[in-house]
């Protein structure tokens, strides 16, 4: 894992808190233990106070649903913004379907510095409608706009996502799945254990046990499930685990559940004990009809468990058929029935393909390479931004020479670090368009100390009043539009001609004109490193003496100066009534 330097706020939005807890419940705790403020946003719930006793704080979206309801999802987005401009997260975090749409673009607009979103599953299938695909594959291309990386889960939903370029390739990558390993380990309870769960639950020592964990909706396939456990004889027990959720419209009715109670089904509700109750179980079925990858069956699998699931996305990552389970077709209940009855009645058969499951969910599943994943993606985006508080923690800080694209991270670090004078008061394009006019420029040094990320800069040119002249020249106009709503002010205006007609107090043409680094950083000795590459390389050129401006009063510039070699040769004034020192360097 990429540890963070400084730790950010890390903002992550589901629906409801149950995906908080048991989705993205890693993540948050990555960001907690680095430092960082972990902060999760969705429904209030009863998951909240364990996710507050963990120290992720919760902030309630009281409008979020998971039904389809058009006016609690536009009130839902209005909150999350009013939450944004609050809280100011430095990365938010997104989980689809609903969340993963507006919040990506409401982050985005919100000026979240990192936004990113997972994919759980992209929620159309090949199998379904060509105008259900087009709607879905046009939100999804439209939000992934506003992201700065998709993480995608499912291998098979990766390629398509980057083959239609309904991401953008460069910014997808794949995630995967994992769980906690540690605690899904069948070598955690023995036959005494196995023997005391069943008892718990009224089950017989001897029958075969089927278990399903997954709300209890249509599109798990339950209605398939119930009806293959009509099929089976007396030998199986089917236990059924996980809640009823009728907010969503194919909710079970409470008639099929009482029937199949009846006929000797199981159902446990919600339960946060399942690894004790995989260790009862004997084989574990997944007939969902859609799933983006089943968390479910990967916790079956690590836990020893054959898996006959549905020949699907995300089911088919998870078992490979004839290996560490079975594979059937959506809603064939006489294949899930016979694929139950064979391996029920075949315990070699179980046993191999459960070593099988275990070596695969230790080389595919582990949770720590998804949370490992996830905290270089932030690590990277916001590299890529040169934000230095998500910089990797112990990468070393090299020096190098300017490139391009650096010029908008020159542009963020003067607004931070420089905060008088009058350049910044231009504002951000403005020095977005200086720098990258000085890295273009032949006779320019441009230096930054990169750290997985600009984390500081010098920057200066060898003929201060030649390079004042190509900027008016090839740069002028483009420079006049960006920094036309500040120069509106006559004062800034008159300033702005000041420093133009500027020419130095002493006969040095070569110049220092700005460095700086970020507070993440500072007291590394990093500006001494940039300072004296800088005026090597301004050896290199030929130079013989370099100034430098300061105003008179920034005892911190003037120590940094000295520290280099330059010496006081006297004062000026740049703009009026405000006094700077010049100083002079010369090699020695």
Same mark, same amino acid.
């Given at each position: 894992?990429?540890?963070?330097?400084?730790?950010?706020? +890390?903002?992550?939005?589901?629906?409801?808190?149950?995906?908080?807890?048991?989705?993205?419940?890693?993540?948050? #705790?990555?960001?907690?233990?680095?430092?960082?403020?972990?902060?999760?946003?969705?429904?209030?719930?009863?998951?909240?106070?364990?996710?507050?006793?963990?120290?992720?704080?919760?902030?309630?979206?009281?409008?979020?649903?998971?039904?389809?309801?058009?006016?609690?999802?536009?009130?839902?987005?209005?909150?999350?913004?009013?939450?944004?401009?609050?809280?100011?997260?430095?990365?938010?975090?997104?989980?689809?379907?609903?969340?993963?749409?507006?919040?990506?673009? #409401?982050?985005?607009?919100?000026r979240v510095p990192v936004v990113v979103n997972t994919v759980h599953g992209v929620y159309a299938t090949p199998d379904d409608r060509w105008s259900k695909r087009l709607v879905v594959y046009a939100l999804e291309a439209v939000a992934s706009r506003f992201s700065d990386v998709?993480?995608?889960?499912?291998?098979?939903?990766?390629?398509?996502?980057?083959?239609?370029?309904?991401?953008?390739?460069?910014?997808?990558?794949?995630?995967?799945?994992?769980?906690?390993?540690?605690?899904? !380990?069948?070598?955690?309870?023995?036959?005494?254990?196995?023997?005391?769960?069943?008892?718990? +639950?009224?089950?017989?020592?001897?029958?075969?046990v089927v278990g399903m964990v997954g709300r209890l909706v249509a599109e798990k396939g339950y209605p398939e499930l119930l009806a293959a456990a009509q099929r089976l004889d007396h030998s199986f027990v089917v236990v059924c685990v996980g809640p009823d959720d009728p907010e &969503? $419209?194919?909710?079970?009715?409470?008639?099929?559940?009482? !029937?199949?109670? &009846?006929? /000797?089904?199981?159902?446990? /509700?919600?339960?946060?004990?399942?690894?004790?109750?995989?260790?009862?179980?004997?084989?574990?079925?997944?007939?969902?009809?859609?799933?983006?990858?089943?968390?479910?069956?990967?916790?079956?699998?690590?836990?020893? #468990?054959?898996?006959?699931?549905?020949?699907?996305?995300?089911?088919?990552? +998870?078992? =490979?058929?004839?290996?560490?389970?079975?594979?059937?077709?959506?809603?064939?209940?006489?294949?899930?029935?016979?694929?139950?009855?064979?391996?029920?009645? @075949?315990?070699?058969?179980?046993?191999?393909?459960?070593?099988?499951?275990?070596? &695969?969910?230790? =080389?595919?599943?582990?949770?720590?390479?998804? +949370?490992?994943?996830?905290?270089?993606?932030?690590? /990277?985006?916001?590299?890529?931004?040169?934000?230095?508080?998500?910089?990797?923690?112990?990468?070393?800080?090299?020096?190098?020479?300017?490139?391009?694209?650096?010029?908008?991270?020159?542009?963020?670090?003067?607004?931070?670090?420089?905060?008088? $004078?009058?350049?910044?008061?231009?504002?951000?394009?403005?020095?977005?368009?200086?720098?990258?006019?000085?890295?273009?420029?032949?006779?320019?040094?441009?230096?930054?100390?990169? &750290?997985?990320?600009?984390?500081?800069?010098?920057?200066?040119?060898?003929?201060?009043?030649?390079?004042?002249?190509?900027?008016?020249?090839?740069?002028?106009?483009?420079?006049?539009?960006?920094?036309?709503?500040?120069?509106?002010?006559?004062? #800034?205006?008159?300033?702005?001609? =000041?420093?133009?007609?500027? $020419?130095?107090?002493?006969?040095?043409?070569? =110049?220092?004109?700005?460095?700086?680094? @970020?507070?993440?950083?500072?007291?590394?000795?990093?500006?001494?490193?940039?300072? @004296?590459?800088?005026?090597?390389?301004?050896?290199?050129?030929?130079?013989?003496?370099?100034?430098?401006?300061?105003?008179?009063?920034?005892?911190?510039?003037?120590?940094?100066?000295?520290?280099? /070699?330059?010496?006081?040769?006297?004062?000026?004034?740049?703009?009026?009534?405000?006094?700077?020192?010049?100083?002079?360097?010369?090699?020695?």
């Open positions: 894992m990429s540890p963070l330097s400084v730790g950010p706020k +890390v903002a992550h939005l589901t629906t409801i808190d149950l995906s908080l807890r048991y989705l993205v419940m890693p993540q948050l #705790l990555a960001a907690r233990d680095l430092g960082g403020e972990a902060i999760g946003i969705s429904a209030s719930g009863p998951h909240v106070e364990e996710l507050e006793r963990a120290g992720i704080r919760h902030i309630p979206l009281h409008s979020s649903t998971r039904g389809m309801d058009i006016l609690a999802d536009v009130r839902a987005a209005r909150e999350l913004w009013a939450i944004l401009r609050r809280e100011r997260p430095e990365v938010l975090h997104t989980h689809n379907p609903k969340p993963g749409l507006y919040g990506r673009v #409401l982050g985005r607009l919100a998709e993480l995608v889960q499912s291998a098979e939903d990766f390629a398509l996502l980057t083959r239609w370029r309904i991401t953008r390739p460069a910014r997808t990558r794949l995630l995967g799945n994992g769980v906690d390993l540690a605690r899904f !380990d069948p070598s955690r309870f023995t036959e005494s254990d196995r023997s005391q769960i069943r008892a718990e +639950v009224g089950i017989d020592g001897d029958a075969i &969503k $419209g194919d909710a079970l009715p409470r008639r099929m559940v009482e !029937d199949a109670e &009846k006929a /000797g089904v199981r159902f446990l /509700g919600m339960r946060t004990d399942v690894d004790r109750l995989y260790a009862a179980m004997d084989l574990f079925v997944l007939p969902s009809h859609r799933e983006g990858f089943p968390r479910a069956a990967m916790e079956a699998a690590a836990m020893g #468990l054959p898996v006959i699931a549905t020949d699907i996305r995300g089911c088919r990552e +998870v078992v =490979e058929d004839g290996v560490n389970g079975l594979l059937f077709p959506v809603g064939d209940v006489d294949a899930l029935t016979a694929a139950v009855v064979d391996l029920g009645t @075949d315990s070699a058969r179980r046993r191999a393909m459960g070593r099988a499951a275990i070596r &695969k969910a230790a =080389e595919r599943f582990d949770e720590r390479k998804v +949370v490992s994943t996830v905290m270089d993606a932030y690590a /990277g985006a916001a590299a890529g931004k040169g934000l230095a508080w998500l910089a990797p923690q112990g990468a070393e800080v090299t020096t190098r020479s300017a490139l391009r694209s650096d010029a908008a991270h020159l542009a963020r670090l003067h607004l931070d670090a420089i905060t008088t $004078g009058f350049l910044p008061r231009l504002g951000r394009p403005f020095l977005r368009v200086l720098y990258r006019a000085l890295i273009g420029w032949n006779d320019s040094v441009v230096v930054v100390a990169d &750290k997985g990320g600009v984390v500081g800069f010098v920057a200066g040119v060898a003929d201060t009043g030649r390079f004042y002249r190509h900027f008016v020249i090839r740069h002028g106009l483009v420079a006049a539009v960006a920094a036309a709503p500040r120069l509106a002010r006559p004062s #800034l205006l008159r300033r702005a001609v =000041e420093t133009l007609r500027y $020419g130095g107090g002493v006969d040095v043409a070569a =110049e220092l004109l700005s460095t700086a680094v @970020d507070v993440s950083v500072r007291g590394q000795g990093i500006a001494h490193r940039l300072g @004296d590459s800088f005026l090597a390389e301004m050896t290199g050129l030929g130079v013989s003496e370099v100034k430098v401006v300061v105003g008179a009063d920034n005892s911190a510039a003037i120590a940094l100066y000295e520290s280099l /070699g330059f010496v006081t040769a006297g004062t000026i004034e740049v703009h009026a009534r405000e006094t700077s020192l010049e100083m002079v360097w010369s090699p020695q």
